[in-house]
């Protein structure tokens, strides 16, 4: 007995965990610094160093980066920033031991930062972590079996998802920026943030294609100690290897930037008016083959009495990749700022997922879209502010591949954001939010493992009817028959004048034992 079988690798992924926690820290200015008198912007990002499973927790440590704007209060007023780190360390309680590797699904940080006195600062994180697990199985399913005892043989279509490759990769990207003839000279960086926008990934022939756009908004005083700004978007497209794909298979991708720096460069006139902007974008890779397989579903003999030895098998099948977008536009009265804000300078946003559900056509999101943005107020002493505040938005990602045993994954980014002035204290803010989901069903599979055969009873055999009159059931196919009474299909669409194997309930239709004299 020699037996046909395939491997088929899959991925697979552990339940989502949600955990949050708190940093909150003093922080002592550092002696180069200026006296802090009014904090303006507080940034905080967390940079994950280990992560690690112990018993049923999983550890995670690293640090989180943060970065503060404020007024100076020596003196005249000025801008003025700077940087730290704070350490972390936290437990996460599982139910269940995480099979696989662990790692952050996303994160998010509400970092508030507050003046002690003029040369200690407090920080209160709100840190919101989302992990998950990652693992790899090797299945395999009997596809065939060769025997020297004739041997009829069933087989079942099925579609399923094989994980061609899984993997970690960087593309880095440099950039120079020129600064416009209409802004100053830049003499010191003061703020900076850069952001990925509309980042869109095909597969090639052993490649991953990327093309993509850095928002990139740089706030800084001129050499004369003037304050202004820049805002450019800034295109980059590349490739990352990617042996055995191929355009016609699937993929999910989970990027983060990181390593974001900004230098400040000479032109060839001499002049500070040169942006150099590095950053590496981090990618989790996982590439799939659709198959469609001939899976071996069940086998008799006439004989000798066939024993298969089955196992149940879980697949998977993609149902549907999808890249939605969603438009988000509201109007608010801001009565708190009203008669000050005379333009704004730069608006930032994150998504926070409330609440997603598979309904019909599609499944439904619910969540918030935090806004901050940087505004020039009519002051003249300290003439800059920020202001912060949410929009709940509510949006159905369609999809007619929907089904209650289906697991799904979203990754989501805010792909465009613009914040208009509409009076004294009305704001309204546009937003494009993009959504990919990439969803998948179980697909349960009978695998043959073995097949033992033993002699066929000849006594049970003998008291069996020749010849049956059977009508038939619901449910009911000719091969489950065929098996039943010792024949085959061929024979009982040969005796009944069948021209397919379909029957329908009420069929009357005779049955000869196949090894009776009359056939």
Same mark, same amino acid.
């Given at each position: 007995?020699?037996?046909?079988?395939?491997?088929?690798?899959?991925?697979?992924?552990?339940?989502?965990?949600?955990?949050?926690?708190?940093?909150?820290?003093?922080?002592?200015?550092?002696?180069?610094?200026?006296?802090?008198?009014?904090?303006?912007?507080?940034?905080?990002?967390?940079?994950?160093?280990?992560?690690?499973?112990?018993?049923?927790?999983?550890?995670?440590?690293?640090?989180?980066?943060?970065?503060?704007?404020?007024?100076?209060?020596?003196?005249?007023?000025?801008?003025?920033?700077?940087?730290?780190?704070?350490?972390?360390?936290?437990?996460?309680?599982?139910?269940?031991?995480?099979?696989?590797?662990? *790692?952050?699904?996303?994160?998010?940080?509400?970092?508030?930062?507050?003046?002690?006195?003029?040369?200690?600062?407090?920080?209160?994180?709100?840190?919101?972590?989302?992990?998950?697990? !990652?693992?790899?199985?090797?299945?395999?399913?009997?596809?065939?079996?060769?025997?020297?005892?004739?041997?009829?043989?069933?087989?079942?279509?099925?579609?399923?998802?094989?994980?061609?490759?899984?993997?970690?990769? =960087?593309?880095?990207?440099?950039?120079?920026?020129?600064?416009?003839?209409?802004?100053?000279?830049?003499?010191?960086?003061?703020?900076?943030?850069?952001?990925?926008?509309?980042?869109?990934?095909?597969?090639?022939?052993?490649?991953?294609?990327?093309?993509?756009?850095?928002?990139?908004?740089?706030?800084?005083?001129?050499?004369?100690?003037?304050?202004?700004?820049?805002?450019?978007?800034?295109?980059?497209?590349?490739?990352?290897?990617?042996?055995?794909?191929?355009?016609?298979?699937? /993929?999910?991708?989970?990027?983060?930037?990181?390593?974001?720096?900004?230098?400040?460069?000479?032109?060839?006139?001499?002049?500070?008016?040169?942006?150099?902007?590095?950053?590496?974008?981090?990618?989790?890779?996982?590439?799939?083959?659709? !198959?469609?397989?001939?899976?071996?579903?069940?086998?008799?003999?006439?004989?000798?009495?066939?024993?298969?030895?089955?196992?149940?098998?879980? $697949?998977?099948?993609?149902?549907?990749?999808?890249?939605?977008?969603?438009?988000?536009?509201?109007?608010?009265?801001?009565?708190?700022?009203?008669?000050?804000?005379?333009?704004?300078?730069?608006?930032?946003?994150?998504?926070?997922?409330?609440?997603? !559900?598979?309904?019909?056509?599609?499944?439904?999101?619910?969540?918030?879209? /935090?806004?901050?943005?940087?505004?020039?107020?009519?002051?003249?002493?300290?003439? *800059?502010?920020?202001?912060?505040?949410?929009?709940?938005?509510?949006?159905?990602?369609?999809?007619?591949?929907?089904?209650?045993?289906?697991?799904?994954?979203?990754?989501?980014?805010?792909?465009?954001?613009?914040?208009?002035?509409?009076?004294?204290?009305?704001?309204?803010?546009?937003?494009?939010?993009? $959504?990919?989901?990439?969803?998948?069903?179980?697909?349960?599979?009978?695998?043959?493992?073995?097949?033992?055969?033993?002699?066929?009873?000849?006594?049970?055999?003998?008291?069996?009817?020749?010849?049956?009159?059977?009508?038939?059931?619901?449910?009911?196919?000719?091969?489950?028959?065929?098996?039943?009474?010792? =024949?085959?299909?061929?024979?009982?669409?040969?005796?009944?004048?069948? !021209?397919?194997?379909?029957?329908?309930?009420?069929?009357?239709?005779?049955?000869?034992?196949?090894?009776?004299?009359?056939?």
């Amino acid at each position: 007995m020699e037996y046909m079988k395939k491997q088929v690798q899959t991925y697979r992924t552990g339940k989502v965990i949600t955990d949050q926690f708190y940093i909150d820290d003093d922080y002592n200015v550092p002696d180069v610094k200026s006296d802090v008198m009014r904090i303006i912007l507080g940034e905080g990002m967390l940079d994950v160093e280990d992560m690690k499973v112990v018993e049923n927790y999983i550890r995670v440590a690293g640090k989180m980066n943060f970065k503060v704007l404020y007024v100076t209060e020596e003196g005249e007023s000025r801008l003025s920033s700077l940087e730290g780190r704070i350490p972390f360390e936290e437990m996460i309680y599982t139910e269940q031991v995480p099979e696989g590797t662990p *790692f952050i699904k996303a994160s998010n940080i509400d970092l508030t930062v507050t003046t002690i006195h003029s040369r200690k600062l407090n920080l209160k994180a709100l840190v919101e972590l989302q992990v998950s697990s !990652e693992g790899m199985d090797d299945l395999e399913v009997t596809t065939d079996i060769l025997s020297d005892a004739p041997v009829y043989k069933r087989y079942a279509a099925k579609q399923m998802l094989r994980m061609l490759t899984s993997k970690k990769d =960087t593309y880095r990207i440099k950039e120079e920026v020129a600064i416009s003839g209409t802004k100053e000279n830049v003499g010191t960086l003061l703020w900076t943030d850069v952001t990925s926008r509309k980042l869109d990934t095909r597969l090639g022939t052993d490649e991953m294609l990327i093309q993509g756009e850095l928002m990139l908004f740089c706030f800084y005083e001129s050499l004369e100690g003037k304050t202004d700004w820049i805002e450019q978007v800034i295109p980059y497209e590349g490739r990352i290897e990617c042996y055995g794909a191929q355009d016609n298979m699937y /993929h999910q991708i989970y990027p983060e930037l990181a390593d974001v720096n900004i230098d400040v460069r000479m032109d060839e006139d001499g002049e500070m008016r040169l942006l150099g902007v590095e950053a590496t974008l981090e990618l989790r890779l996982i590439v799939y083959e659709e !198959e469609n397989e001939d899976v071996l579903e069940d086998v008799y003999s006439l004989e000798k009495t066939c024993i298969p030895r089955i196992t149940e098998e879980t $697949f998977e099948k993609l149902l549907m990749q999808n890249h939605s977008k969603c438009k988000v536009i509201e109007q608010l009265s801001l009565p708190e700022i009203k008669d000050s804000m005379l333009q704004v300078c730069h608006s930032s946003g994150k998504i926070q997922l409330e609440r997603t !559900e598979v309904v019909d056509g599609g499944i439904q999101i619910e969540g918030v879209l /935090h806004i901050s943005f940087l505004y020039v107020k009519a002051d003249d002493v300290i003439p *800059f502010d920020t202001w912060q505040g949410m929009v709940p938005f509510s949006y159905l990602l369609e999809s007619n591949e929907t089904s209650s045993d289906m697991t799904y994954d979203l990754t989501y980014a805010v792909e465009q954001l613009s914040i208009g002035l509409l009076g004294s204290d009305e704001i309204e803010i546009k937003a494009v939010l993009a $959504f990919n989901s990439f969803l998948k069903q179980p697909v349960l599979v009978s695998n043959i493992e073995e097949v033992d055969f033993e002699p066929v009873d000849m006594e049970e055999m003998e008291r069996r009817p020749g010849i049956v009159g059977y009508i038939v059931q619901d449910g009911d196919m000719l091969w489950d028959l065929a098996k039943r009474y010792s =024949t085959t299909v061929e024979g009982i669409m040969e005796v009944n004048g069948l !021209e397919s194997e379909q029957v329908k309930p009420g069929d009357k239709i005779l049955i000869f034992k196949e090894n009776m004299s009359i056939l």
